[in-house]
Nanobody, 122 residues
């Protein structure tokens, strides 16, 4: 059974940083493209970042470029999202997701985590 478990969310002041983690089990982690998505209150879920199987390719939403960094540690079956210079509009539930083909920015991922809440105070 595939499980994706996010952690690292919390409350941070604007301008602060957080690092999210996504621990994967039940799959061959290095065979999967991984992504981060988020859904703010009253908003649709949106793409944040994605990383290829061995980290050679990354993609970011324009809204987070230069502030967020996606990475992965295949030996630990874990993906990360380093979030710096956080803004109130970054507040959302952040989800990790996995798919077994190419990197995409759409929501066409095979597996999803339960999400972790990020709150940014102004």
């Amino acid at each position: 059974q595939v499980q994706l478990v996010e952690s690292g969310g919390g409350l941070v002041q604007a301008g602060g940083s957080l690092r999210l983690s996504c621990a994967a089990s039940g799959l061959t982690f290095s065979s999967y493209v991984m992504g981060w998505f988020r859904q703010g209150p009253g908003k649709e879920r949106e793409f944040v970042a994605a990383i290829s199987r061995f980290g050679r390719e990354t993609r970011y939403a324009d809204s987070v470029k230069g502030r967020f960094t996606i990475s992965r540690a295949n030996a630990k079956n874990t993906m990360y999202l380093q979030m710096n210079s956080l803004k109130p509009e970054d507040a959302a539930v952040y989800y990790c997701a996995a798919r077994d083909t190419v990197v995409v920015t759409s929501s066409e991922y095979d597996y999803w985590g339960q999400g972790t809440q990020v709150t940014v105070s102004s």
